[in-house]
Every structure is written in C-alpha cells, then in structure tokens.
C-alpha cells in the first residue's frame, strides 16, 4: 500500500515537471507572437492617427469654406467653434477605426 502511493506522489511529481517544461519552451515563442502583434498593432494606430488628421483637416476646411462671411476677421472669430465642431466629428467618424489596431494585433499574432 505504501509503495503505491510513493508510485502515484512519483508520477504526479514526474507530470507536474514535465508540465513546467512545456511551459517554459512555450515561454520564447509565446513572445514572439506577442511582439509581432504588438509591432503591426502600434503600425495601425499610426495609420489610423494619420486617417483621424487626414477627417479633421477635412472637416475644418468644409467649414472654413463654407462660411457665409468673405470677411477675414469673421472667419477667424468663427475659428475656434469651427475647431470644435471638427474636432467632435472627427472623433465621431474615427469611432469605428479604433477596432482595426485590435483587429490587426490578433491578425498579426495568429499569423506568427
């Protein structure tokens, strides 16, 4: 009876170390896929940051032209709203843009 339960404390104790190198073999690759995620993730958000200037620069000269005022002055006290008005549509349009940085992170991990 005793020499079965030193059996089974063997085996268990030979199983759980064999688990803990499987895990640390997995410990290198695991890195890698995160960092290659992390790198085309941090890409993305570069693209989506351009594409947020690209909406907001945009925004700001549909409002600048479309002034009813030919008068500089008046198109300049209407600036700072202006500014405002685009700055809110940017982020109303960018909403859905945000997603693809996570999107390309899984992408880029499954893929290494």
């Known amino acids: 009876m005793v020499d079965e339960k030193d059996t089974k404390q063997k085996s268990q104790k030979c ?3 064999h688990s803990k190198k499987d ?7 695991e890195a890698r896929k995160l960092s290659h995620g992390f790198i085309f993730a941090g890409l993305e958000s570069l693209s ?3 594409d947020m200037a690209r909406t907001f620069v ?3 000269s549909k409002k600048d032209d479309s002034s009813k005022s030919d008068k500089l002055q008046d198109r300049l ?3 700072p709203k202006n500014m405002v008005d685009a700055f809110f549509e940017t982020l109303d349009k960018s ?4 997603e693809k940085v996570v999107d390309k992170f899984n992408e880029k991990y499954k893929e290494a």
Do not use: G, H, Q, R
């Not at 895990?23 to 690759?29: A, G």
């Open 77 to 79: 006290k209407d600036l």
């Open 48 to 50: 989506v940051t351009a």
């Open 95 to 98: 909403i859905d843009k945000t």
């Open 58 to 60: 945009d925004e700001m």
């Open 23 to 29: 895990i640390l073999e997995k410990i290198p690759e």
């Open 15 to 17: 199983e759980e170390e």
